[in-house]
């Protein structure tokens, strides 16, 4: 009977380690199903914004011999006098008749002036007039320069364009695709690095257009950012952790901080248009209003992040200082801080790369304007990057959708070398005890 009791235990004993080990393997395949699903998502995501961006980085160009023809620029020669007479010309003439002479032809009948300028980008003629009101010197002579094709060009010229189709329903004629074939194959039209993607402002033409102001805007912003919710942020949390009182009061603090840091961010952009622009007077479309926004938006990370390195802090560490006679601010700023300063450098940089990316509180201060020179100042108009790629994102043109994809590659660089940063300067200052 005993033996029979013992065995019947075992059976139970081993049944259930068989159903708990079973559980187990259930959980961690769960575990490893559900990180599978999620790195499938993330390599679907970086595989379409890279298949379609990555060509962004080249741009379709020409290399012609211009002649700045003195009788069209500048006939009675009256810059010495006027030098706002070399404004005017239509310097885009000169590049057609640079590339006619290139691919032979003769005189141009109107249609084939028509597919010789499709072939040049409209932004040619800006190009060569700044190069005349910098060196008026070149007047008369012939310079070999490169030039933007058209957007259309470049995109049939990266394979972008389904050329099978009849030729009514593209906007490159098979007339254009011969003169194409005829540059590649003497070295005229070829791709070369785009840089202006990275010096250009907006543009209505995709191959003129460029992130250049965008940047600037966004670097004034998180300068901003950077210069008031790292301070403000860090104070705050040294008295909420070490100064203040327990009670209600700071109580009600405390949950109201990790409310705001859940607060969706487009309400930070109307609480920055009533307060900074109806209220304060501020421009609309600057990177100082756009700075303070963001650095509303972005106090409660920083808090919230320095509050726990500061808990992380072992009390011994505390106790120490202030047994040997340490003020607490002596206890705090000496010991406690240098202690938590990788939290507190992880938790901003994240704050940072939050608010590099955030485009809805930018669009209700006015941050969508058309900007094509670089803001000098934090108070000039401006853009950013995530509203620069929303605008982008919104555009007809065929060629929009790699800029697009482009500029997110970018903003994806800026936000991981921001996230790597955070993690260096933790690996770096990091004590363990």
Do not use: C
């Not at 060509?55 to 009675?76: M, R």
């Not at 005189?107 to 409209?122: A, E, F, P, Q, Y």
């Not at 903003?411 to 921001?418: K, R």
């Amino acid at each position: 009977m005993t033996d029979s009791s013992a065995s019947n235990s075992r059976q139970k004993r081993d049944f259930g380690l068989k159903r708990r080990y079973a559980a187990e393997r259930r959980f961690r395949l769960f575990g490893q199903a559900a990180i599978g699903v999620g790195l499938f998502f993330l390599a679907a995501l970086l595989f379409t914004v890279f298949s379609k961006g990555y060509t962004a980085f080249g741009q379709t160009s020409l290399n012609l011999d211009i002649t700045f023809d003195a009788q069209l620029i500048d006939k009675n020669n009256a810059r010495a006098t006027d030098p706002d007479v070399l404004l005017t010309p239509n310097y885009a003439v000169l590049a057609r008749d640079a590339l006619a002479m290139k691919l032979g032809l003769g005189k141009l009948s109107s249609k084939d002036r028509k597919l010789v300028d499709g072939i040049i980008s409209n932004g040619t003629k800006v190009q060569l007039r700044d190069m005349v009101m910098a060196n008026p010197a070149i007047i008369g002579t012939t310079q070999n320069i490169w030039i933007l094709a058209e957007a259309d060009i470049d995109s049939a010229n990266k394979g972008q364009i389904d050329l099978s189709v009849d030729e009514k329903r593209r906007k490159v004629s098979d007339r254009q695709l011969e003169w194409m074939a005829q540059l590649k194959a003497d070295g005229t039209l070829a791709q070369r690095f785009n840089f202006g993607l990275f010096r250009n402002g907006a543009s209505s033409r995709p191959e003129m257009a460029g992130l250049g102001a965008a940047m600037i805007g966004s670097l004034y912003m998180m300068l901003i950012v950077l210069v008031l919710a790292l301070p403000i942020g860090v104070a705050a949390s040294i008295y909420l952790e070490e100064f203040a009182p327990k009670n209600r009061f700071t109580d009600i603090i405390e949950v109201n901080i990790n409310n705001l840091a859940a607060v969706p961010s487009i309400v930070f952009g109307l609480l920055g248009l009533a307060l900074f622009i109806n209220f304060a007077g501020l421009p609309r479309s600057a990177s100082l209003v756009g700075g303070l926004v963001l650095t509303l938006m972005t106090l409660p990370t920083i808090i919230i992040a320095t509050r726990a390195a500061l808990k992380a802090v072992p009390p011994s560490i505390r106790s120490a200082a202030l047994g040997i006679g340490a003020s607490r601010m002596q206890m705090v700023f000496h010991h406690v801080l240098p202690l938590a300063a990788p939290g507190v450098l992880t938790g901003t940089i994240i704050g940072l790369a939050q608010a590099l990316g955030e485009t809805a509180p930018l669009l209700l201060i006015g941050m969508v304007a058309f900007i094509t020179d670089a803001p000098v100042t934090p108070l000039d108009p401006a853009t950013a990057l995530p509203v620069q790629i929303f605008m982008w994102a919104n555009e007809a043109e065929r060629a929009f959708v790699e800029r697009t994809s482009g500029a997110i590659i970018v903003l994806l660089m800026f936000l991981a070398v921001m996230n790597i940063t955070a993690i260096l300067l933790r690996k770096h200052f990091e004590r363990r005890w």
